[in-house]
Nanobody
């Protein structure tokens, strides 16, 4: 069983930055893929970024490449999403995830970007 708890959401202006954090507890394997997804009103939940718990390269959705950075700190059992150059269309509830759609999810944190 894995528990995930997001924090760091809030209100930002277009062009601003926010840093999301995800506290990971429970049993995780080094091969696990840690990810961030988002769900905006009227849209389906979509992939944002992912990184292996053991490190290595990260994957990003095209719409965040060059703006968002995912990272993880195994010693602190944390996963982060640094979001720069925010746009109003980034407004959504952001979820931390382990193991893909059929894996574990956090409760989500709201990110609102004003124009």
């Amino acid at each position: 069983q894995v528990q995930l708890a997001e924090s760091g959401g809030g209100l930002a202006q277009a062009g601003g930055s926010l840093r999301l954090a995800c506290a990971v507890s429970g049993r995780t394997r080094s091969s696990e893929i840690m990810g961030w997804f988002r769900h905006a009103p009227g849209k389906e939940r979509e992939f944002v970024a992912a990184i292996a718990w053991s490190g290595g390269g990260a994957n990003y959705a095209d719409f965040v490449k060059g703006r968002f950075t995912i990272s993880r700190d195994m010693a602190r059992a944390m996963v982060y999403l640094q979001m720069n150059s925010l746009k109003p269309e980034d407004t959504a509830v952001y979820y931390c995830n382990v193991g893909g759609f059929k894996g574990y999810w956090g409760q989500g944190t709201q990110v609102t970007v004003s124009s």
